[in-house]
């Protein structure tokens, strides 16, 4: 080979280098929207009352149910959702509690906004901490002070704030400029529960509820199709846990077995939390626990393995469960009335099992899944977000054939 044609060849070789198209980069993690309906029963999927959502469980994932978290109550198992956690590890272990340090815990009270409360790291806090912003809109716990920061955005509870405001504040946070704009936004709506609480789940006012709801949903997609960020955007729709009716005879009295003067009952209902008064204990061990006629008490360590339940010190020293369809009382309490919804029944029971849907890139189309705990929810944001988990009690796993190679 002559000179000039070894150094014309080498020309030629450096040109073709510097002309080679680099790889591509990875695509850029999407937007997550995530959407509570409170105390949506999984079997209301399917059924035809809710057209849109319908429409996402027919072209998208759909799990058969999702497990709720022992209790079955609103803030712990939205904050079991939040940070992965089972309540008995993040501390919100009722709606209404004891701290035997910071006192009473009231979910709709200025108690609740106490950051001391909060154990974990809820996906807020977890994607901010990795650079990321977030928006909540009502999510319980969003609103307080946890490890130092809130969302970026946020808003407190206001229950009579429109289902169709609330999407377009969503949607007004999907509309700022690119540095400011969230990449995880909750949606919180309670609707249904409400209703469900006041006139039974079937009433004339659920079904409005759900109605309403399932219009929001509608809006929501149409907004963010007319944005072109459907295509960008994960779209997860679940609830907390189910909802079953209570009749209000249907109800069992715990100072039926042992006098009202020994027991000192922090709350009631479907799940109650018990101390014996002071010097009563083995008198009041000795009456309640075991199995009853549509109830059962335990010691709070020896609650049944799978509902993971026991260890908290906000937990009182018995733990009594009523079976589905009824409530564990006092006869100094309230008369309840004729029929009402009720949650916190047992996780495994039917009535209790709540709803996960979800659309989007990450998502493969017409997906079923076995049920799966709500633990796992968790994990599954962090993996879409592309950020590292806090440490949690879930699992990717049951997700995973659901999910398209996004990374």
Not at 30 to 37: A, D, G, K, Q, W
Not at 322 to 338: E, F, N, T
């Amino acid at each position: 080979m002559s000179p000039a044609f070894r150094i014309a060849l080498l020309v030629l070789l450096a040109l073709f280098a510097g002309c080679t198209t680099p790889p591509p980069a990875a695509p850029a993690a999407p937007t997550v929207v995530l959407v509570s309906i409170d105390g949506l029963p999984a079997a209301v999927v399917g059924s035809g009352r809710m057209p849109t959502l319908d429409a996402i469980a027919a072209t998208g994932t759909r799990a058969d149910w999702l497990a709720p978290s022992y209790p079955t109550l609103t803030f712990p198992n939205h904050y079991t959702l939040a940070t992965g956690l089972r309540p008995d590890r993040h501390g919100i272990v009722h709606n209404n509690m004891r701290d035997p340090v910071l006192g009473m815990f009231v979910s709709k009270e200025a108690s609740a906004r106490d950051g001391r409360w909060w154990g974990g790291e809820p996906i807020w806090n977890t994607l901010q901490r990795q650079g990321g912003i977030a928006a909540t809109m009502f999510w319980p716990g969003s609103e307080v002070e946890i490890g130092g920061q809130r969302p970026r955005y946020w808003l407190p509870f206001d229950g009579k704030k429109p289902v169709e405001a609330r999407v377009d504040q969503v949607l007004a946070w999907l509309d700022l400029p690119r540095e400011r704009r969230p990449r995880l936004l909750t949606l919180y709506l309670e609707q249904y529960d409400v209703a469900s609480h006041a006139a039974g789940m079937h009433s004339a006012q659920a079904m409005q509820a759900l109605a309403t709801i399932d219009a929001g949903l509608a809006r929501l997609r149409a907004g963010l199709q007319a944005r072109g960020l459907d295509r960008t955007t994960d779209l997860i729709v679940l609830s907390d846990h189910g909802m079953a009716d209570v009749r209000g005879e249907d109800i069992r009295y715990l100072d039926d077995l042992v006098p009202d003067a020994a027991l000192q009952a922090e709350y009631g209902g479907q799940v109650m939390g018990l101390r014996a008064a002071p010097g009563r204990e083995a008198e009041v061990e000795a009456a309640v626990l075991g199995r009853h006629d549509h109830y059962a008490c335990w010691r709070k360590g020896e609650t049944p393995p799978g509902w993971h339940f026991g260890r908290n010190p906000r937990i009182p020293p018995i733990v009594c469960q009523a079976d589905d369809g009824w409530r564990v009382w006092l006869h100094r309490w309230p008369k309840q009335p004729a029929l009402k919804g009720e949650h916190g029944f047992a996780p495994e029971d039917p009535g209790m099992r709540a709803v996960f849907l979800a659309t989007g890139p990450s998502f493969r189309p017409r997906t079923r899944l076995p049920a799966f705990d709500n633990v796992d929810v968790y994990p599954l944001l962090a993996h879409l977000l592309r950020i590292q988990p806090a440490a949690n009690d879930g699992s990717l796993s049951p997700l995973l054939p659901a999910l398209r190679e996004t990374r």
